[in-house]
């Protein structure tokens, strides 16, 4: 399938997705959308705080512990009264649903996706 949106590797590269463990969630009251507001460990990168809208399949005490992927090199964005500083990924479903990236076995927090 042609795509219009084409990266280059140097536009891929830039891109800075990283494992980390999640070690706070909790419901985001403030926020239109039903989402939670977690914080994620990155290992030697920090502990990042971030918003997810990822309540049709996770409840927040199944969060604690699971490792994800993130982008941690987006600026910082408002999201109601808090400052989001990463980005989790996941695969999106028909029905908006959004299922977590996360590594297939436990490896050290800040580990690099390459």
């Given at each position: 399938m042609e795509n219009n949106n084409s990266l280059?590797?140097?536009?891929f590269t830039k891109v800075e997705m990283r494992i980390g463990?999640?070690?706070?969630?909790?419901?985001?009251?403030?926020?239109?959308?039903?989402?939670?507001?977690?914080?994620?460990?990155?290992?030697?990168?920090?502990?990042?705080?971030?918003?997810?809208?990822i309540t049709k399949l996770y409840q927040p005490e199944d969060l604690i512990g699971k490792q994800v992927v993130a982008v941690v090199n987006f600026p910082k964005k408002q999201i109601a009264n808090m400052m989001s500083e990463c980005l989790v990924l996941g695969g999106l479903g028909d029905d908006k649903e959004v299922t977590l990236l996360t590594a297939e076995r436990a490896v050290k927090n800040g580990t690099k996706v390459a």
């Open positions: 280059t590797w140097s536009d463990t999640i070690i706070s969630a909790e419901l985001f009251k403030e926020v239109k959308n039903p989402a939670y507001k977690m914080q994620v460990d990155f290992g030697d990168y920090g502990i990042k705080k971030t918003s997810a809208q």
